[in-house]
């Protein structure tokens, strides 16, 4: 059975945000690398993932210039890169197509944010049938507002407001609450060391 990782927006426009300074792994991107290094080496099918959300006037919007791989990713030649505007990696994008064309049966997630498009996607995968790997401190994501915050927390804009509300969701609980959710149910859990490690790559 193949396999293939797919990166999910580990993107520019994240760090464009003011809601960055809250990110539970600002090392994402070097947490991403270990994993990319970890699927070639294995020769695992790579997918990256880019989240676009055209006129919106936000970094999400390409005429930001920030739709683009986080700095120290790249995909090599024969890597699909891939643009959806929905929050799970497969609606909108070709991506069942490329991993049947592929032959994968197995799915490893990891990327931004960890209980959205990292979660709904493995969620779809499973559904359709692939088994999934969650590898959970691969993902990042940030603390969730509480649904009667004023709107510029909601929208992590008063990230100071956000961090001091006490019905804030802590990023470690976001986290935990995702991994009790795909847990036996749509896929499994493993660990960055762990994967790394039973790939044969440090």
Avoid at 85 to 114: D, M, P, W, Y
Avoid at 150 to 159: F, K, Q, S
């Amino acid at each position: 059975m193949n396999r293939a990782l797919i990166v999910i927006d580990v993107q520019e426009s994240f760090r464009r945000r003011p809601l960055w300074e809250a990110v539970n792994r600002p090392d994402i991107a070097a947490r991403t690398v270990r994993l990319v290094d970890a699927a070639r080496a294995a020769g695992d099918l790579v997918v990256w993932v880019l989240h676009s959300e055209p006129g919106s006037g936000t970094p999400f919007d390409p005429v930001s210039g920030h739709v683009r791989l986080m700095d120290g990713l790249e995909a090599a030649a024969g890597e699909p890169v891939l643009t959806k505007t929905s929050r799970n990696a497969f609606t909108t994008t070709e991506l069942q197509r490329v991993l049947t064309r592929h032959g994968v049966g197995e799915l490893v997630v990891c990327g931004i944010q960890t209980e959205q498009c990292c979660e709904t996607t493995a969620r779809i995968g499973a559904d359709l049938g692939y088994g999934v790997v969650f590898v959970t401190d691969a993902t990042a994501t940030f603390p969730i507002a509480h649904r009667d915050a004023p709107p510029a927390v909601r929208a992590g804009l008063d990230v100071a407001a956000l961090l001091a509300d006490p019905r804030t969701l802590p990023a470690d609980a976001v986290t935990e609450r995702t991994e009790y959710a795909l847990a036996g149910r749509f896929a499994r859990i493993a660990s960055l060391d762990d994967h790394v490690a039973a790939a044969g790559v440090d």
